[in-house]
């Protein structure tokens, strides 16, 4: 099945950007998804289709995904947003779902 | 408001038979597109997609644990119900369904989780 790649961790200082991205073989034909997860917290979609962001989160939430990577920037980062990130597809080829390793953002 | 709750066992021995249930509200499992999918999250690791099923009862399974996994539902219930046989102390995890509208290829709601330990 379709094998999606993220850092393990992320360290960015109050303000500025963190960039987290997910790597996978030609990623940029597929829809790509971000969830962030709170300690003991179910997941919440951050972004969707890439790009998109529910409503209620954040303009400082983006996304982009092109090549062989896709990536979650998060602008002007508060405290609040350290938590750990997972990208998300569905593999087209066998209608399952694949979730990344998911990544851990730390703010300094 | 769609929402969604686990319930089930905390504690499981080893080679037994964990049964888990999803009890939604805000939408039916027997509209069209509708599904409902299993996830889980052993403590400290990522998240394991398990299995799925759609309003027209069509099943996906992840293809390592296809063989011990069941899901069915109940719609008359509002009740999706996953089965995993043989239970060992690595399938010690946070167990979550999380609901899905096709054609959209995400999961948009999540139910809290329910952490299942498999000790003797």
């Known amino acids: 099945s379709y094998v999606m790649t993220q850092p393990p961790s992320v360290s960015v200082a109050p303000g500025k950007t963190a960039r987290i991205t997910c790597g996978g073989n030609?990623?940029?034909?597929?829809?790509v998804h971000w969830y962030q997860q709170k300690p003991g917290q179910a997941p919440v979609l951050v972004i969707y289709?890439?790009?998109d962001r529910p409503s209620g989160i954040p303009e400082r939430f983006s996304g982009s995904n092109s090549g062989n990577t896709a990536a979650l920037t998060i602008s002007r980062v508060e405290a609040g947003d350290e938590a750990d990130y997972y990208c998300?597809?569905?593999?087209?080829?066998?209608?399952?779902?694949?979730f990344g390793g998911g990544t851990k953002l730390t703010v300094l | 408001q769609i929402t969604l709750k686990e319930s089930g066992p905390t504690l499981v021995k080893p080679t037994q038979t964990l049964t888990l249930t999803c009890t939604f509200s805000?939408?039916?499992?027997?509209?069209?597109?509708?599904?409902v999918g299993w996830i889980r999250q052993p403590p400290g690791k990522a998240l394991e997609w398990l299995a799925l099923?759609?309003?027209?009862?069509?099943?996906r399974y992840s293809p390592s644990l296809k063989s011990r996994v069941t899901i069915t539902k109940d719609t008359s219930k509002n009740q999706v119900v996953l089965t995993m046989t043989n239970m060992d102390p690595v399938d010690t995890a946070t167990y979550y369904c999380?609901?899905?509208?096709?054609?959209?290829?995400?999961?948009?709601?999540w139910g809290q989780g329910t952490l299942v330990t498999v000790s003797s």
């Open positions: 999380a609901h899905r509208r096709a054609p959209q290829r995400y999961f948009d709601y």
């Open positions: 805000g939408f039916s499992l027997s509209t069209s597109g509708v599904g």
């Open positions: 099923i759609y309003w027209n009862d069509d099943k």
């Open positions: 030609n990623i940029g034909s597929k829809s």
């Open positions: 289709y890439d790009t």
């Open positions: 998300h597809l569905w593999d087209s080829s066998s209608d399952h779902p694949v």
